[in-house]
T-cell receptor
Framework: DAKTTQPNSMESNEEEPVHLPCNHS???????IHWYRQLPSQGPEYVIH???SNVNNRMASLAIAEDRKSSTLILHRATLRDAAVYYC?????????????FGTGTRLLVSP | GAGVSQSPSNKVTEKGKDVELRCDPI?????LYWYRQSLGQGLEFLIY????????KSGLPSDRFSAERTGGSVSTLTIQRTQQEDSAVYLC?????????????FGPGTRLTVT
């Protein structure tokens, strides 16, 4: 299975941008890059996903390196509600397109 | 609209007893997944349903664990002869599984404590 590497934790101040990195040097050509986050005492929630091009939605932006070996989740203005564990996940048809394989993620702390 | 719901939210049981955990997916979602989250193991996949069939059961940790789905909707995860290591939060997720719409929507989980 292609694996991802993320920092254990990051800190940010409220209303500042946050860049959450993810390394996936063994990514294959068919792997999609997905991001989920888990707020305290809740189930994970989908944030964004992409294949090659950068993606934007109402929650965040996803910047994918040209060689696809890394990506960055961008929260444009962090709020206290964004404090969560963020998971970068590769979804590959070779492992069953459906299941999510979670790593340890990055715990984001947001200070007022 | 209504999200994924799970019941009970908390369950305390004695070692050796059987437990049933219920998941109500989002209406119309064809795919349903079970995961569990424990302190020692993080979030791990258990089983996946497409309709009422389970093409991927690879994550079930032992034959004490089973799951079924009926009517392409509600799913029940059953753990027989519970052990202390079964203590975890059991999460259910559903997905539409149409092109471009593979994101999974998670329920709040059932916290299982085996004493």
């Amino acid at each position: 299975d292609a694996k991802t590497t993320q920092p254990n934790s990051m800190e940010s101040n409220e209303e500042e941008p946050v860049h959450l990195p993810c390394n996936h040097s063994t990514i294959s050509g068919t792997d999609y890059i997905h991001w989920y986050r888990q707020l305290p005492s809740q189930g994970p929630e989908y944030v964004i996903h992409g294949l090659t091009s950068n993606v934007n939605n109402r929650m965040a932006s996803l910047a994918i390196a040209e060689d696809r070996k890394s990506s960055t989740l961008i929260l444009h203005r962090a709020t206290l509600r964004d404090a969560a564990v963020y998971y970068c996940i590769l979804r590959s048809p070779n492992t069953g397109f459906q299941k999510l394989v979670f790593g340890t993620g990055t715990r984001l702390l947001v200070s007022p | 609209g209504a999200g994924v719901s799970q019941s009970p939210s908390n369950k305390v049981t004695e070692k050796g007893k059987d437990v049933e955990l219920r998941c109500d997916p989002i209406s119309g979602h064809t795919a349903l997944y079970w995961y569990r989250q424990s302190l020692g193991q993080g979030l791990e996949f258990l089983i996946y349903f497409q309709g009422n069939s389970a093409p991927d059961k690879s994550g079930l940790p032992s034959d004490r664990f089973s799951a079924e789905r009926t009517g392409g909707s509600v799913s029940t995860l059953t753990i027989q002869r519970t052990q202390q290591e079964d203590s975890a939060v059991y999460l259910c997720a559903s997905s539409l599984e149409l092109a471009g719409q593979y994101e999974q929507y998670f329920g709040p989980g059932t916290r299982l404590t085996v004493t």
